[in-house]
């Protein structure tokens, strides 16, 4: 990730082609504006984490970066094109699972229903939908439903959603905030070798410094009021990682207390800002 529109170098050296660009985005909610001139890169294959504190606009972030929302100021730039809507080859997992799959539908029928929307056929569907749930090791489950699967299941069923579209790229909004902590270690190695296997492009927003340091190969750190990217840091462990071994590296909690330190010096500034703001405020 860099904060340039230039391409990104690989991991062995050479250049990798940049998928998604923010170039001096800004947006605002009426008066109010979130963030502002935000420009940086995300190169093919990259898993970057977006955290920050409460509020201070990493959802509205993802939703510019994928068009659901506009920009009000600057642009998106997807594949070396402006987004306007959400572009074809971008793929989003929300943090509620149980809201986002249809319970009287099959898991196989869930996964393969954005698809009928996009009128690929009936055989087609079928076929990208199974391979997408072998992909995330549910290829068991297909004709169960929803609410017969535990939470973390479901929660894979979600991903096997988004794959099934064959994105390029996949942005999750905190996808493993409601399970448990075995679940979500699996679900984020699951993660991992999922942007391994199909090397999809990943922008994950989690409030977990852990897993951002665990998962991320670039960490954005967001603050301020309008936030600007206060931080993008590197991570760069020795790999492949492994819950137990990686999170024990005196690397890795260097990393972890780096990120705590901006996001705590962050939050500090915000709330500096917070506090002029409402001095500045006229009373009513
Ligand atoms: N549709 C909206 N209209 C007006 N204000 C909004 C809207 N959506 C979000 N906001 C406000 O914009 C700010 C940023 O919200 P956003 O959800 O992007 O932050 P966040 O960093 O993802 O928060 P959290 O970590 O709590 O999920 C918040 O103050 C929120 O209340």
Do not use: E, H, N
């Given at each position: 990730m860099t904060t340039t529109a230039e391409s990104t170098p690989g991991a062995a050296g050479a250049p990798r082609d940049t998928v998604v660009e923010a170039r001096g985005l800004g947006h605002s909610y009426g008066e109010r504006r979130?963030?502002?001139?935000l420009s940086f890169s995300v190169a093919a294959g990259e898993f970057v984490c977006i955290v920050g504190p409460?509020?201070?606009?990493k959802t509205t972030l993802l939703q510019c970066l994928t068009g659901l929302l506009g920009a009000s100021e600057g642009e998106v730039v997807f594949e070396g094109a402006t987004v306007h809507d959400p572009p074809e080859g971008v793929a989003i997992v929300f943090q509620d699972y149980s809201r986002s799959l249809m319970p009287w539908l099959s898991v196989l029928d869930n996964v393969a229903l954005p698809l009928r929307s996009a009128g690929v056929g009936k055989a087609e569907r079928r076929r990208r939908a199974e391979e997408a749930l072998a992909e995330v090791g549910l290829?068991?489950?297909?004709?169960?439903?929803?609410?017969?699967?535990s939470g973390g299941m479901q929660q894979r069923v979600a991903i096997a959603r988004a794959l099934a579209s064959r994105p390029r790229m996949t942005v999750l909004d905190e996808p493993f905030a409601s399970v448990d902590a075995q679940t979500r270690a699996d679900l984020e190695d699951l993660m991992l070798r999922v942007r391994d296997h199909l090397g999809l492009t990943i922008m994950l927003v989690t409030h977990d410094i852990d897993e951002a340091v665990y998962l991320a190969d670039t960490v954005l750190v967001l603050s301020g009021?309008?936030?600007?990217?206060e931080t993008m840091l590197s991570v760069d462990l020795p790999g492949p990682q492994d819950q137990i071994t990686t999170k024990s590296l005196p690397e890795f909690a260097a990393l972890r207390s780096e990120v705590y330190a901006v996001i705590k010096k962050a939050g500090e500034k915000t709330a500096a800002a917070k506090a002029a703001e409402a001095v500045a405020a006229p009373r009513s």
């Open positions: 979130i963030f502002r001139d409460s509020g201070v606009g290829r068991d489950v297909t004709d169960s439903y929803p609410w017969q699967l009021r309008p936030a600007k990217v």
